[in-house]
């Protein structure tokens, strides 16, 4: 073969075998892609077990939620329980039981304690309201004197609205209207500051050293007393007639700017069959929890009830009911000899 059809053979071999090693490259570049869309695919394709996850998480918060879901307390049904000694357990922190007709304690715990007493001033109120002797048809008016600016309390006793002396002396003990009990001392002589006055000038004449009075309402946390004092005072106010009715009434329709407005008593056992109740009040500011001071009749036996800073608003009428129960369980021997196991 000559040299020049040599070299172009050569030479002709030598691109053939380029262009093989080309399209190898070629063909290994191309399916590099079509590897990593497969490889895609199949991480795509993993959705299973994360939906799985899924609905274990939103189960697991669902637990969770219910778990935290808080559960409405129930009514405290007034069950009695005993403790070491015989007494009931009650849940007020601070009371004072008395047979009125004996003088014997029946039961105490921390009756000497001076706390705030609320709503239970406004029998201090109307004692005083009737021993000054004003016409009781005299027509009052609510001012805005009488909206409540410490606690921001609502009433439905509106500005302008006018009611006698009688029917807010009424609503006051019944009811535990602020506002008549505001309107009821700004109409005193002298004023609120005399009607105040003679508030703690009754107190002391009835031997309430533990009590100091500021207003006519109880809204203000600085009219306190002590159980044993609270005690004297509903003996004394069951002694008032009006007292013993208005705060004892179920009910009453006024008629207030052309409307017949019902207010109900704030002590539902006013309303029970199986209880005789001559006097009560309750009373409730954030300071002194709610109380309920009441005397009532039980085994022909009059007894004063004081029941302070009791927590729930089912506990001060419950632990009224424990006391009743624990009373008639012995029969009326506990009104012969005085229960021992609590102090002051």
Request: glycine share 6%; hydrophobic share 45%; aromatic share 4%.
């Amino acid at each position: 073969m000559k040299p020049r059809i040599l070299i172009a053979f050569l030479l002709g071999l030598s691109v053939a075998q380029v262009g093989i090693s080309g399209a190898h490259a070629a063909s290994a570049t191309a399916s590099k892609p079509a590897a990593k869309k497969t490889a895609v695919k199949k991480a795509v394709a993993k959705p299973a077990p994360r939906k799985a996850v899924a609905k274990n998480t939103t189960a697991t918060a669902r637990k969770v939620a219910i778990k935290r879901t808080p559960v409405a307390p129930a009514a405290d049904e007034g069950e009695l329980t005993l403790d070491a000694h015989g007494n009931p357990q009650l849940r007020s922190s601070a009371f004072y039981v008395l047979n009125e007709a004996t003088g014997n304690v029946l039961l105490e715990r921390n009756s000497a304690s001076i706390v705030p007493i609320a709503s239970i001033t406004k029998l201090m109120t109307a004692m005083v309201v009737l021993e000054a002797g004003q016409s009781l048809s005299e027509e009052l008016v609510i001012s805005e004197a009488d909206i409540d600016t410490l606690k921001g309390t609502g009433s439905r006793l509106s500005l302008g609205t006018r009611l006698t002396r009688e029917e807010m002396l009424h609503l006051a003990l019944m009811s535990s209207e602020n506002r008549a009990a505001s309107a009821l001392a700004r109409h005193y002589p002298g004023g609120m500051p005399a009607f105040v006055e003679a508030m703690n000038v009754k107190a002391r004449l009835l031997g309430m050293w533990d009590t100091r009075f500021h207003d006519s309402t109880g809204l203000t946390p600085a009219n306190v007393s002590s159980p044993r004092d609270l005690a004297k005072m509903v003996e004394a106010a069951s002694s008032y007639p009006l007292i013993r009715e208005f705060s004892t009434t179920s009910e009453r329709y006024v008629d207030i700017k052309g409307r017949s407005l019902r207010f109900g008593n704030t002590n539902g056992l006013v309303r029970s069959p199986d209880w005789e109740i001559a006097v009560s009040k309750t009373g409730y500011i954030n300071e002194a929890g709610r109380c309920l001071v009441m005397k009532a009749w039980m085994h022909k036996q009059p007894v004063v009830i004081v029941l302070m800073d009791s927590v729930g608003r089912y506990t001060r009428t419950a632990d009224a009911q424990r006391v009743r129960k624990w009373l008639e369980a012995a029969g009326g021997e506990r009104f012969v000899i005085a229960a021992g196991g609590h102090s002051s």
